[in-house]
């Protein structure tokens, strides 16, 4: 009878009921559950979402989830490359062969390679479900299947080493909370990097940030409507909520040493939000944030792509219209549908200066110069390769695509390219990262001068 039954109402009204195990069984009964369930990208979108804890922003995948909830069932390795004068790797002691070694003499007696040219496996994180990566500008943070975060390297580089204890440095990867003995343990959905603090949001609703990582801080934001994204901009944070409405909140606080088993007030988010409605559009809606460095992008329901300026946010705020730029032609220019539930038909994402739009066809690249007349940047070498997330460093760039391939370009930045460091070659185009061929790349985390993935054995699939 079920056959008998129109597609629209099986996948809204009983397959979205299913676990993975009873959409296999069903799709024994038939042929046509088969391939209506084999094939079906929402299905398995949906299956990676619930059982692996994977964020709804993790990447724009149109097609491929099947796959990507296979590779998902095996544990991903953890592979990270680039600078490493501060440990920040994780990897302990780096292999000769595998780093480009500093002459200096203050580095080699403190026993670690500045400069990891390939990509190298954190064993530390070996079989620990990891399942998303985030990089801020020294420091890196991954979540795993049951919302567990790690973090290593040095939150905060950028001030004295007495002023906050995000100026620790972590050479291996250890779990957020680390002797906290205050707190409740928080469980993340999603998590963000800024530059030097990282926000996340909780299975419970809730909304966390922080500057090290033993003292989270809450954000209270006295709405009515449930959060549904974060997103860290450089030194903020923005956070979107159901019925579209974006948030500016401030960075958190600084916490000394000696103040560490004390939880700070939460960070309390005082000017009030911005929909399309404050910009003349009461029937669109934002359903996607980027952090940039003093901006925030915004993608609409319609396809509509908007530069808000968020660095003030009183002035945001109190007049949005003046603060907004529609990015014509990152945007759809025919009637277009997104919804963050069901189908993406745009997508975006971004970090510092730089951002990315996915279509089905083409991503386009941008920068937060870009004005309503920009034209999007179309890198050659990545058409036709189906990518489904950028990620930004400082000066190097990483795309991985829906069949599990690494392309970086840019600035050698110590490494982080991860093409070897026989010459220390910049590489202006998007090229093939040979190392990772045998893997399926399917998480990215790129920042500051470092870089890192999650993959899995390309043979586990098979």
């Given at each position: 009878?079920?056959?008998?039954?129109?597609?629209?109402?099986?996948?809204?009204?009983?397959?979205?009921?299913?676990?993975?195990?009873?959409?296999?069984?069903?799709?024994?009964?038939?042929?046509?559950?088969?391939?209506?369930?084999?094939?079906?990208?929402?299905?398995?979108?949906?299956?990676?979402?619930?059982?692996?804890?994977?964020?709804?922003?993790?990447?724009?995948?149109?097609?491929?989830?099947?796959?990507?909830?296979?590779?998902?069932?095996?544990?991903?390795?953890?592979?990270?490359?680039?600078?490493?004068?501060?440990?920040?790797?994780?990897?302990?002691?780096?292999?000769?062969?595998?780093?480009?070694?500093?002459?200096?003499?203050?580095?080699?007696?403190?026993?670690?390679?500045?400069?990891?040219?390939?990509?190298?496996?954190?064993?530390?994180?070996?079989?620990?479900?990891?399942?998303?990566?985030?990089?801020?500008?020294?420091?890196?943070?991954?979540?795993?299947?049951?919302?567990?975060?790690?973090?290593?390297?040095?939150?905060?580089?950028d001030i004295t080493l007495r002023s906050s204890q995000?100026?620790?440095?972590?050479?291996?990867?250890?779990?957020?909370?680390?002797g906290n003995e205050t707190q409740r343990k928080v469980?993340?959905?999603?998590?963000?990097?800024?530059?030097?603090?990282?926000?996340?949001?909780?299975?419970?609703?809730?909304?966390?940030?922080?500057?090290?990582?033993?003292?989270?801080?809450?954000?209270?934001?006295?709405?009515?409507?449930?959060?549904?994204?974060?997103?860290?901009?450089?030194?903020?944070?923005?956070?979107?909520?159901?019925?579209?409405?974006?948030?500016?909140?401030?960075?958190?606080?600084?916490?000394?040493?000696?103040?560490?088993?004390?939880?700070?007030?939460?960070?309390?988010?005082?000017?009030?939000?911005?929909?399309?409605?404050?910009?003349?559009?009461?029937?669109?809606?934002?359903?996607?944030?980027?952090?940039?460095?003093?901006?925030?992008?915004?993608?609409?329901?319609?396809?509509?792509?908007?530069?808000?300026?968020?660095?003030?946010?009183?002035?945001?705020?109190?007049?949005?219209?003046?603060?907004?730029?529609?990015?014509?032609?990152?945007?759809?220019?025919?009637?277009?549908?997104?919804?963050?539930?069901?189908?993406?038909?745009?997508?975006?994402?971004?970090?510092?200066?730089?951002?990315?739009?996915?279509?089905?066809?083409?991503?386009?690249?941008?920068?937060?110069?870009?004005?309503?007349?920009?034209?999007?940047?179309?890198?050659?070498?990545?058409?036709?390769?189906?990518?489904?997330?950028?990620?930004?460093?400082?000066?190097?760039?990483?795309?991985?695509?829906?069949?599990?391939?690494?392309?970086?370009?840019?600035?050698?930045?110590?490494?982080?390219?991860?093409h070897g460091g026989i010459s220390k070659e910049n590489?202006?185009?998007?090229?093939?990262?040979?190392?990772?061929?045998?893997?399926?790349?399917?998480?990215?985390?790129?920042?500051?001068?470092?870089?890192?993935?999650?993959?899995?054995?390309?043979?586990?699939?098979?």
């Amino acid at each position: 009878m079920l056959n008998k039954l129109p597609r629209d109402i099986l996948l809204s009204n009983i397959i979205t009921f299913l676990d993975s195990s009873s959409v296999i069984q069903l799709s024994l009964v038939s042929k046509y559950f088969y391939y209506f369930l084999a094939n079906d990208e929402f299905v398995w979108k949906k299956l990676c979402i619930e059982e692996f804890n994977i964020p709804q922003d993790n990447a724009y995948r149109i097609k491929g989830w099947k796959r990507f909830f296979c590779a998902l069932k095996f544990h991903a390795k953890v592979y990270a490359w680039g600078e490493n004068r501060d440990d920040r790797l994780g990897l302990g002691q780096t292999p000769i062969e595998f780093a480009q070694q500093d002459t200096n003499m203050h580095a080699r007696l403190r026993g670690h390679s500045s400069q990891v040219t390939t990509p190298q496996e954190l064993t530390s994180l070996e079989n620990k479900s990891i399942i998303d990566i985030t990089s801020g500008g020294w420091s890196f943070h991954a979540i795993d299947t049951s919302g567990i975060v790690w973090m290593w390297g040095t939150m905060q580089q950028d001030i004295t080493l007495r002023s906050s204890q995000g100026t620790v440095r972590q050479k291996v990867p250890v779990l957020l909370q680390t002797g906290n003995e205050t707190q409740r343990k928080v469980r993340f959905q999603s998590i963000s990097s800024g530059r030097s603090h990282v926000i996340g949001l909780a299975k419970d609703g809730t909304v966390w940030h922080w500057s090290n990582h033993i003292m989270l801080q809450s954000v209270q934001l006295d709405i009515d409507t449930r959060v549904v994204q974060v997103a860290a901009n450089w030194n903020y944070s923005s956070a979107l909520t159901s019925d579209g409405t974006v948030y500016v909140i401030p960075k958190p606080d600084l916490i000394i040493p000696s103040e560490i088993q004390n939880e700070p007030q939460p960070t309390q988010v005082t000017t009030a939000g911005v929909s399309m409605a404050q910009l003349g559009a009461k029937d669109d809606k934002i359903v996607q944030i980027a952090g940039l460095d003093g901006f925030t992008l915004a993608l609409t329901r319609f396809g509509r792509v908007l530069k808000l300026s968020t660095l003030d946010p009183v002035a945001f705020s109190n007049s949005p219209e003046e603060h907004v730029t529609e990015l014509v032609h990152f945007s759809s220019t025919q009637n277009e549908y997104n919804d963050r539930h069901g189908y993406m038909k745009r997508f975006i994402t971004g970090a510092f200066d730089n951002f990315a739009v996915y279509t089905k066809d083409q991503v386009m690249l941008g920068n937060i110069d870009a004005t309503r007349e920009t034209v999007p940047n179309r890198v050659k070498e990545l058409e036709g390769q189906e990518v489904c997330k950028v990620s930004f460093g400082d000066y190097h760039y990483g795309a991985i695509t829906n069949q599990g391939k690494l392309f970086t370009w840019g600035n050698y930045s110590s490494g982080a390219l991860g093409h070897g460091g026989i010459s220390k070659e910049n590489h202006p185009k998007p090229q093939l990262v040979e190392s990772l061929n045998d893997k399926f790349v399917f998480a990215i985390g790129f920042g500051g001068w470092q870089s890192a993935v999650l993959a899995v054995e390309l043979n586990e699939l098979l």
